[in-house]
């Protein structure tokens, strides 16, 4: 809402809770990457977890910040019900399956990968409005 100034024309804004903000990614081209000597790699992936660390410690900052400037456009902010948020999830296709069995095909772990995040998530505490479960 704030990095593109919605709230300057937003009227209404609905707070839905089905996922994640991400804030920022940091990506690099495989074939660039490989170019770049271990030294150099070396300094991307700890600038990466940087930001990483960076980016959850203010996620709820800059959530705020967002709603803020919502309310100070005068927008109406509207928030899912826990029951419309299972509706509209149980409506969703399988992503967690399915992007498991892309990794998969790949070669990857994704099965595995996802089994963990979801463990990971219900272990810290998260409540999903869908069960997810990985086949």
Known sequence: MTAY?????ATFAIGVGLGAE???LPVINRDTWNKL?????GIFMKTAEDAKQ???QNLAKYTEEGIKKIKEG???????SWDDRVKWANLMDDYPSEWAKEMNAKGLPGTEVMRLFLSS???LGH????????K
Do not use: H, M
Not at 127 to 134: S, Y
């Open 5 to 9: 100034k919605l709230y300057e024309v």
């Open 37 to 41: 000597p271990p030294d150099i790699q």
């Open 127 to 134: 409540t999903f409005p869908r069960q997810w479960a990985v």
């Open 22 to 24: 991400i804030v920022g």
């Open 121 to 123: 998530c219900n272990k």
């Open 74 to 80: 005068k927008a109406t902010i509207s928030e899912f």
């Open 54 to 56: 960076f980016n959850a």
